[in-house]
């Protein structure tokens, strides 16, 4: 074991891979940060570009784009209400509050930290407990996956906040907007308007951009970016560890969501967006008194945050150990192994152990590179911060329609990303959450489809879903949240 | 576990912002509009160019050539961030 470990280590120890692991992290966080290009685009442009490379330096520059592309949109995310991936759209709901409080620095240190360690611990589960960890997520089939949804719609309670009922209507919206386009069975098209572009559903990425940028640009209106003004005033110095209160505040938050994130990354079919959310729900079930969630709570930064990059190690739990991806970026991580002559699976740690070992330290470093880069390029994002809030506003309105536009190239998305910038005003004037709606988008899709493979495989008796002892589990934690939860508000209502 | 995720009040310098008239709050949306109508037509480069400045005159601020200039630089980073380094087809129109 020790020869192997000193063999990967050579492996992995060269200016190159170092070299490109920054380089690729850079280059992540860019792409990252602008809504419209996601990690899966950045990872496939730049597979063809390892050609040249050496092995170990083309998986570092990939590993690099894939950690630094999921970290690079929460920073958007907290400076200007614009999550730059899916993922990252969960930290705003604390990050931006806290932003606006003249916390800038503070919420990205706390950001980078937390990511570091979710993604860190996330690697060391990834070491020691691969086959088990395999096994588990593999064990999860359709009712397994339903009931993990219902488990992510029953923090719906938690994530309202003042008003049940208004999370509810919001929840009920994001249900509702989950079955547009075709029926998962039957392929039948619902409620597409005629429009073939909405056959895949209601496009999830310019609705994000829409609910949160464009919203965000119409409220402030003449006054920028909202409170940019009172935030550049702030502390904009990032400091390069997070004050020791936040630390001792959020470490076993980040802990716990780190676990949670790598397994929910090694489940095929969830990735680093359902990880965040379910983090975050599941930290804010959790607050005690004194803590406000929604209004800068550090723990609503660091719990999504160590959630994403723990789910960046867990998609990587399936495909080294059995050659299967965990989400469409692993999918094309696949193929570039592949490329440069590796296959994952079984025999890749049996029979190529230091290769493997040295996989797994690349990983590692990936998530360390995103901290050095997080906290060198702080200084320089935050002073964004400082200009004019006129232009901020409109190169983050250009940016939104043009990253809905780019995201399938397509005109009608970005009507989309203007529906629901209009949508997102309205809900921001009438009081209603926007957590819930996004959270039963991206679960609705997930618990109907799983729902009804089930029903087909059991022949249609919904008995069997207590015949599957990790399914019957979580829909009994989810009745216990929803119930304990609906007892908390009435004790306090 | 007070606060609603994803609500925030409304911001305080919003009103007092440079543009401060209460009839502000169509003119963005009016203006993304226009911009989609435009775009097929005239090309990504020149109406994201006249979106940008176009938003910046709505927003308040008065100086046409800095707008347009600042509308210009926009564009040509972003046409060559999505068109030229991530290959994204963008819509050339008649004037680009």
């Known amino acids: 074991m020790i020869e192997v470990l000193r063999e990967s280590a050579g492996l992995v120890a060269s200016l190159d891979v170092g070299l490109c692991l920054l380089l690729g992290t850079l280059v992540g966080m860019v792409i990252g940060a602008i809504p419209g290009l996601t990690a899966t685009m950045g990872v496939a442009l730049l597979t063809p570009l390892t050609f040249d ?44 509050p806290m932003m606006r409080c003249g916390e800038a620095g ?70 509702l907007l989950a079955t547009v386009g075709m029926d998962p069975v039957s392929g039948y098209p619902r409620f597409i308007l005629g429009q073939a572009s909405l056959m895949e559903g209601v496009p999830f990425i310019p609705a994000l951009i829409g609910l949160f940028a464009v919203a965000e640009v119409f409220c402030a209106r003449g006054g920028g970016t909202a409170g940019a003004g009172a935030a550049a005033e702030g502390n904009l110095r990032v400091p390069v560890f997070p004050p020791a209160a936040d630390a001792r505040r959020c470490g076993w938050t980040a802990v716990r969501s780190s676990l949670l994130g790598t397994v929910v990354g090694a489940a095929p079919g969830a990735g680093c967006d359902i990880a965040a959310f379910l983090a975050y729900s599941v930290a804010r079930q959790r607050a005690r008194a004194g803590e406000r969630f929604g209004e800068g709570e550090a723990k609503g930064i660091a719990a999504p945050e160590a959630a994403k990059s723990g789910a960046i190690s867990g998609a990587m739990i399936p495909l080294l150990s059995l050659g299967i991806p965990g989400d469409s970026v692993t ?7 592949v490329l440069h002559g590796v296959q994952p699976g079984p025999l890749l740690f049996r029979e190529h152990a230091p290769l493997a070992y040295a996989i ?47 995201i399938r190239g397509q005109a009608a998305d970005m009507a989309v990303a203007f529906a629901f910038g209009l949508l997102g005003v309205a809900m921001r004037r009438g009081g209603y959450p926007a ?27 919904a008995a069997f879903l207590f015949t599957r002892p990790i399914a019957a589990a979580m829909l009994l934690v989810s009745a216990a949240s929803v119930v304990a939860g609906l007892l908390r508000g009435r004790a306090r209502g | 576990m007070s606060g609603t995720a994803g609500v925030e009040p409304g911001p305080p310098g919003a009103v ?81």
């Not at chain 1, 490379?53 to 200007?80: D, K, Q, R």
């Not at chain 1, 957590?435 to 618990?447: D, E, N, S, V």
């Not at chain 2, 963005?28 to 938003?55: D, E, H, I, N, R």
């Open chain 1, 435 to 461: 957590a819930p709606l996004l959270l039963a988008m991206i679960l609705g899709g997930m618990a109907e489809e799983n729902f009804r493979r089930m029903l087909i495989v059991s022949s249609g008796s």
């Open chain 1, 360 to 406: 797994l330290g690349i990983v590692m470093l990936g998530h360390v590179a995103v901290l050095v880069c997080s906290l060198f390029t702080a200084r320089l994002m935050t002073r964004a911060l400082k200009a004019d809030p006129r232009f901020v506003a409109a190169g983050i309105l250009a940016l939104s329609m043009l990253g809905a536009y780019a």
């Open chain 1, 331 to 337: 999918a094309i991580l696949v193929g570039a192994f």
């Open chain 1, 106 to 175: 503070r919420a990205l240190s706390i950001a980078a930290w937390s990511a570091a360690a979710g993604g860190i611990i996330g690697t060391l589960l990834l070491v020691f407990l691969t086959p088990q960890i395999s096994r588990f997520a593999l064990s999860f089939g359709p009712a397994e996956f339903f009931a993990m949804a219902v488990f992510g719609l029953s923090t719906i309670v938690a994530l309202s906040g003042e008003s049940l009922l208004k999370g509810a209507v919001a929840a009920v919206g994001g249900l």
């Open chain 1, 53 to 96: 490379l050496e092995i170990m330096p083309a998986l570092a520059l990939l590993v690099g784009v894939y950690c630094g592309a999921i970290y690079g949109g929460s920073i958007t995310a907290i400076l200007f209400r614009t999550p730059g991936t899916p993922a990252s759209a969960a930290t705003l709901f604390d990050g931006h």
């Open chain 2, 16 to 96: 007092s912002g440079t543009s401060g008239t209460a009839g502000g709050a169509w003119r963005l949306p009016v203006l993304c509009v226009a911009y989609m109508a435009v775009l097929p037509w005239l090309g990504f480069m020149s109406s994201t160019a006249l979106f940008t400045a176009a938003m910046l005159g709505a927003m308040g601020y008065r100086r046409v050539g800095r707008a347009l200039a600042f509308g210009l630089a926009l564009a040509i980073v972003l046409h060559w961030v999505f068109a030229v380094w991530m290959q994204v087809p963008l819509p050339e129109g008649w004037l680009g």
